[in-house]
């Protein structure tokens, strides 16, 4: 996480200094839509075993590119997705049990954008800021025989299945990396991203059952813009 919210950081840093020099002015600005998938995991304290979850992501994505200073393009990002979160719990001793929670969101990330390459052509970017999202809906599967294992096993967590969610509000840190290919036609865009949230969605308090209950997705997304001005 220090590693994530210092690369943010020094992102916000090179747009400041950028601006403070005398670059070479953008007005660029370009809309479009973005999809792709989540492999999830939820972070948990007292720890619940589990893999990684599935699920969707995908909204509109707006850019404003500012300024290029030598060979950095600089501008912001701003997205709405619509995207799923969650988690599926997994034991080795016991591979018959199944619970899986699917987590619905609005997620608006704020990115600082940083790419390096030609106005035509290939670029990479860099993609660091924080995102926030709002609660929507959640579903479950659920196999029988939990309550008996948990009895006969204590480090059998159960505690997660019949809670619903107390926290809507999530937050954290969003950051990625990509290869945007930039023609006449638009511009086409693939992008590896991560998430750690910094908020949990159960409550925390000394007299609650989590200390930790934190939302973590690794995203792969495509997407596609065009220019509204230039």
């Known amino acids: 996480m220090k590693r994530l919210i210092l690369l943010w ?10 601006h403070a020099q005398m670059g070479e002015m953008r007005n660029n600005l370009s809309v479009g839509v973005n999809a792709g998938i ?3 995991s939820v972070s948990f304290q007292p720890s619940v075993k589990q893999k990684n979850l599935q699920g969707i992501n995908g909204g509109f994505t707006v850019r404003y590119i500012s300024e290029k200073y030598f060979n950095m393009i600089c501008g912001a990002q701003l997205e709405l ?9 997994y034991y080795e001793d016991f591979p018959d049990l199944q619970y899986t929670r699917k987590m619905n969101y609005v997620e608006i990330p704020f990115l600082a954008h940083l790419a390096f390459g030609r106005d035509r052509g290939l670029q990479f970017f860099l993609h660091m800021g924080p995102q926030i999202g709002f609660f929507l809906s959640d579903s479950y599967t659920i196999s ?3 309550d ?15 809670k619903e969610v107390e926290n809507k509000f999530d937050y954290g840190i969003a950051g990625g990396a990509g290869l945007e290919l ?38 792969i997304k495509l997407a596609y813009l065009f220019d509204i001005w230039k």
């Open 81 to 89: 997705n619509f995207s799923q979160h969650g988690w599926d719990e």
């Open 9 to 18: 950081l020094f992102g916000c840093v090179c747009l400041l200094q950028a």
């Open 144 to 146: 029988e025989g939990w």
């Open 182 to 219: 930039r023609t006449k036609a638009g511009h086409f865009v693939l992008e590896g991203r991560y998430y750690y949230a910094l908020s949990d969605f159960y409550k925390s308090t000394k007299k609650d059952y989590f200390s930790r209950s934190a939302h973590s997705a690794i995203s």
């Open 38 to 40: 989540n492999l999830n």
């Open 148 to 162: 008996e294992a948990a009895q006969w096993n204590p480090n059998l967590n159960v505690e997660q299945h019949d």
